[in-house]
């Protein structure tokens, strides 16, 4: 089967930066989304790794390494406005659209 | 253009009605998926279509839950004989094709069995 591990939720500081970690176990691996998902809106997508290595968008990057089946979101210069759930998403069984999400990360920013 | 649109944005029902959502994906996405959220919860896959294949059921919970696409556009997922544990927020999303690695998603339809 599938499972995806990641923290439940992380406090951090206006300003500050954040690593959001994300291990999984997955036959068929493709590669690894993540999405945010504000309280009572719907998600969207941030980030997507197929290859090992950091994406970088604006002030939030992501990194992925298949050999320790681990990955994560790096979030910087923190603002109020990245309060909310940080969903990470692997796809597998060989295509991009069959999609696992994790149980999310609720990100506290704080003044 | 139009994102994904869902009806009704909420419903409320009685234990053992049955409820139909529906969902309008973004013009021109072949892929479309059903997803069931619990308050604080991850995203539950349910339901995948692409295109005229035949639809990825495994993740429906119960033969309570059946989906349709018609036209290959708008879907309907229905519930059946409603249970309080099916209270959830169920998403829709759509993609490009079933390659498509960003998936697009709507509002959400917020479903309470009382």
């Known amino acids: 089967g599938q499972s995806l591990e990641q923290p439940s939720e992380v406090t951090a500081v206006e300003g500050a930066i954040v690593q959001i970690n994300c291990t999984y176990q997955?036959?068929?691996?493709?590669?690894l989304s993540w999405y945010q998902q504000h309280d009572g809106g719907a998600p969207t997508f941030l980030s997507y790794?197929?290859?090992?290595g950091l994406e970088e968008t604006g002030r939030f990057s992501s990194f992925l390494s298949r050999s320790d089946s681990y990955g994560y979101l790096l979030l910087q210069e923190l603002q109020m406005k990245d309060s909310a759930s940080y969903f990470c998403?692997?796809?597998?069984?060989?295509?991009?659209?069959?999609?696992?999400f994790g149980k999310g990360t609720k990100l506290s920013v704080k003044p | 253009g139009a994102g994904v649109s869902q009806s009704p944005s909420n419903k409320v029902t009685e234990k053992g009605k049955d409820v139909e959502l529906r969902c309008d994906p973004i013009?021109?996405?072949?892929?479309l998926y059903w997803y069931r959220q619990s308050l604080g919860q991850g995203l539950e896959f349910l339901i995948y279509?692409?295109?005229?294949?035949?639809?990825?059921k495994s993740g429906l919970p119960s033969d309570r839950f059946s989906a349709e696409r018609t036209g290959g556009s708008v879907s309907t997922l229905t519930i059946q004989r409603t249970q309080q544990e099916d209270s959830a927020v169920y998403l829709c999303?759509?993609?490009?094709?079933?390659?498509?690695?960003?998936?697009?998603f709507g509002p959400g339809t917020r479903l309470t069995v009382l």
């Open positions: 999303a759509s993609s490009l094709a079933r390659s498509g690695r960003t998936q697009y």
């Open positions: 998403a692997v796809h597998y069984g060989g295509s991009q659209g069959n999609l696992i």
């Open positions: 997955t036959s068929g691996f493709y590669g």
């Open positions: 790794n197929g290859l090992d």
């Open positions: 013009s021109g996405h072949t892929a």
């Open positions: 279509f692409q295109g005229n294949s035949a639809p990825d």
